[in-house]
């Protein structure tokens, strides 16, 4: 005797503006990491919010000394994503509040 055809489990709808926000919030990411800031005759660096590569002038010191770190490149990107995720979530929460 024949199997009855099961039908087949409802797929989530794409939704494009959930794609747009993971871009946006990725972008911010990569933008962040290129983001100077400081004094570039003290204390400065390269990437927000989390400095990747940090320089430092010792006091009477001539030359730089710096501080990288490789791992924050990915990082920032994980941090933007993780921000752009909780305000995903809380908004979802709150459009469910109203109804």
């Known amino acids: 005797m ?10 989530a709808p794409w939704k ?3 794609f747009l926000w993971f871009l946006f919030w990725l972008g911010c990411g990569v933008v962040g990491n290129f983001i ?7 204390f400065h660096g390269t990437g927000w919010p989390l400095a990747h590569v940090m320089w430092d002038r010792p006091r009477g010191g001539d030359r730089l000394v710096d ?3 490789p791992c924050m490149a990915g990082v920032n ?3 933007a ?3 752009g995720g909780l305000l995903w979530w809380i908004g979802k929460g709150i459009s469910r509040l109203k109804r």
């Open 36 to 42: 100077e800031w400081g004094d570039p005759a003290g």
């Open 77 to 79: 990107i994980a941090a």
């Open 67 to 69: 501080y990288v770190n």
């Open 16 to 18: 494009p503006w959930a």
């Open 2 to 11: 024949a199997r009855p055809v099961q039908p087949a489990p409802p797929v």
């Open 81 to 83: 994503l993780l921000v």
